[in-house]
């Protein structure tokens, strides 16, 4: 069965510092990836996808997140954080065969101080 | 934007109690969503709606739970007898197509069984 492994729980960073979000699948097939956002007290967004093609991709809000085949990975990067950016970080994968069953990795909290 | 609306926001209900969740998709979607997140831990998907029936469930949907999309605007989950282990936030989400349209999210339904 296909899982999802965010490996930071909990991230506290200051402002204008850099990030970048851990995330590893484990499937072997063609798969879609995702990064979504939860802030305080709203619904899930999502960041930006990956389907196929260009490995970088560019999210929302100065996001972006690298796929890495051979490793399995789809980490986030952020060059620079505001404190607007605190928020629950969700990583997920769906096989790419229809409809979205998204597996979900546990979420990273971000809180980003002024 | 439209948005995906969920009502309520919480509720509490006593085990073995039925409770209906209500959601309102994005009017032009045609593929609906569950999803739901138990305290501290993934958001898991429960199941996938389009053309009237059920496309996809997950291990979780079992007899006690049930969809239906009564009208033309709202998309519902039944949970007949409720166990305490139903107690999470429940997300409703939309699409207006398959593998390769965004899901939107609602802001979730928080259940409570005492």
């Known amino acids: 069965a296909q899982s999802v492994s965010q490996h930071n729980h909990h991230v506290i960073l200051s402002e204008a510092a850099s990030l970048e979000l851990g995330c590893n699948y484990s499937?072997?097939?063609?798969?879609?990836l995702f990064w979504y956002v939860q802030y305080p007290g709203q619904h899930l967004q999502l960041l930006l996808k990956?389907?196929?093609?260009?490995?970088l991709v560019k999210g929302i809000k100065g996001f972006e997140a690298e796929f890495i085949k051979s490793k399995f990975s789809f980490n986030l990067r952020k060059p620079s954080v505001q404190w607007s950016d605190t928020a629950e970080y969700f990583c997920?994968?769906?096989?790419?065969?229809?409809?979205?069953?998204?597996?979900f990795g546990t979420g990273t909290r971000l809180l980003v101080s002024p | 934007e439209p948005e995906v609306t969920q009502t309520p926001s919480h509720q509490v209900t006593q085990m073995g109690q039925e409770v209906i969740l209500r959601c309102v998709p994005i009017s032009n979607h045609l593929y609906f969503y569950w999803y739901r997140q138990i305290l501290g831990q993934k958001v898991e998907f429960l199941v996938s709606?389009?053309?009237?029936?059920?496309?996809?469930k997950s291990e979780i949907f079992d007899d006690q739970f049930s969809v239906e999309r009564p009208d033309g605007s709202n998309f519902t989950l039944k949970i007949r007898s409720t166990k305490l282990e139903d107690s999470a936030m429940y997300f409703c989400?939309?699409?207006?197509?398959?593998?390769?349209?965004?899901?939107?999210f609602g802001n979730g339904t928080r259940l409570t069984v005492t």
């Open positions: 499937y072997g097939g063609t798969v879609n």
């Open positions: 990956y389907f196929s093609g260009d490995p």
């Open positions: 997920a994968v769906t096989l790419n065969t229809g409809f979205q069953k998204l597996v």
């Open positions: 989400a939309s699409s207006d197509g398959g593998t390769f349209s965004p899901l939107h």
């Open positions: 709606f389009y053309n009237n029936e059920i496309s996809e």
